[in-house]
Structures are given as structure tokens and as C-alpha cells.
């Protein structure tokens, strides 16, 4: 029957999916492993901004506080 063709032929595309899916997660580990230092340098980029955000509104929220 059809539907039986089409699940053999599903069945048969198995290896090839598990194999594409590997090589898709290693490019994925490799680039991460080869950009690691780019993007270790924008995480310490993204908390000093944050943390420079934070410390120039601590004045102003204790000001604020204090007011109510």
C-alpha cells in the first residue's frame, strides 16, 4: 500500500537524518569552540554595561526612596 511505501522509505532515511543531525550539532560545538574568546569578550562587554547601568541609577533609586 502507499502508506506502507511511505513509512519503509521513512524508515530507511533514518541513518541519514541521525548522521546529518551529528554533523549539524559538530559544526555547531566547532563554532562555538572557534568563536569562544569573541564571545566570552562580549559577555564581560554585556555585564560591565549592565553593571555601570545599575551603579549610575543607585543614587537616583535611593533618592527616590528616600522622597516617598
Do not use: C, R
Not at 530507511?12 to 559538530?26: E, F, I, T
Not at 553593571?51 to 543614587?59: F, Q, R, T, Y
Amino acid at each position: 500500500s502507499l502508506m506502507t511505501s511511505f513509512l519503509l522509505m521513512i524508515i530507511s532515511k533514518v541513518p541519514d537524518l541521525l548522521s546529518a543531525g551529528a554533523q549539524l550539532l559538530g559544526s555547531m560545538v566547532s563554532g562555538l569552540i572557534n568563536n569562544l574568546p569573541q564571545i566570552l569578550s562580549a559577555g564581560v562587554n554585556i555585564i560591565t554595561s549592565l553593571l555601570s547601568g545599575i551603579n549610575s541609577m543607585v543614587g537616583k533609586v535611593t533618592s527616590a526612596i528616600l522622597n516617598m
